[in-house]
């Protein structure tokens, strides 16, 4: 089955930096890849996605870079705020199945005022 | 709209015990799933669902059951409760065909259940 890999687990930055997250998927299959946010408390919700016909994806101050060749794909925050802390998740879905989505494990995002 | 909703949002149980938790969502959504969610682990699905009266296993399925007996409502059961089974469990639904201005495999999850098993 599919396996992601999600780096780092944990992420600190000042406001106004940049932040980074990636992560690496197994399976040629998966075509969908989306990012949620998970704020305390709350339920995972979508950021951004993209899929595997693109190679990158941009919404305001959030972009999405994806490399099928290598398998991965990295979710860039810039010009971060307070608010952005939360964890983040992303995920690889196969076209055929799309109930079979896998997780990474999660990126908890802390952004010092 | 509600959005998908879960019930209750809290739980303790005792070891062999059972309850059922219920996911409803009002997006006439096709998919739904169960899923868990352990420190530092992610979230694992458990069950998911491509339809009313279809169920089928996600990676993490032992120890529990699912219904799906009307399109809006997802069941998630417990039979006999373990500590093992403590951990946050949320429902979400998708819709998979084309949909204007959202991917179509976007999942709207609900805030969650708590579920302790002491």
């Known amino acids: 089955g599919e396996n992601v890999e999600q780096h780092p687990s944990t992420l600190s930055v000042q406001e106004g930096d940049s932040a980074v997250i990636k992560c690496t998927y197994s399976d040629s299959a998966s075509n969908y890849f989306p990012w949620y946010k998970q704020e305390l408390g709350k339920g995972p919700q979508l950021i951004i996605d993209i899929r595997s016909n693109v190679g990158e994806k941009k919404d305001q101050r959030i972009a999405v870079t994806l490399n099928k060749t290598a398998k991965h794909f990295s979710l860039h925050i810039t010009e971060t705020q307070p608010e952005d802390s939360a964890v983040y998740f992303c995920?690889?879905?196969?076209?055929?199945?799309?109930?079979?989505?896998?997780f990474g494990d999660g990126t908890t995002l802390t952004v010092k005022p | 709209n509600a959005g998908v909703t879960q019930t209750p949002k809290f739980r303790v149980l005792k070891t062999g015990q059972s309850m059922t938790l219920l996911c409803a969502q009002d997006?006439?959504?096709?998919?739904m799933y169960w899923y868990r969610q352990d420190p530092g682990m992610g979230l694992r699905l458990i069950h998911y669902?491509?339809?009313?009266?279809?169920?089928a296993k996600g990676e993490v399925p032992d120890g529990y059951n699912v219904s799906r007996l009307k399109k809006q409502n997802f069941l998630l059961g417990l039979e006999s409760a373990a500590p093992s089974q403590t951990s946050v469990y949320f429902c979400?639904?998708?819709?998979?065909?084309?949909?204007?201005?959202?991917?179509?495999?976007?999942?709207?999850f609900g805030p969650g259940t708590r579920l302790t098993v002491t």
């Open positions: 979400a639904s998708s819709y998979p065909r084309p949909s204007s201005g959202r991917s179509s495999y976007e999942q709207y």
């Open positions: 995920a690889a879905v196969p076209g055929t199945n799309a109930g079979k989505s896998t």
């Open positions: 669902s491509v339809g009313e009266g279809t169920t």
């Open positions: 997006m006439n959504h096709e998919y």
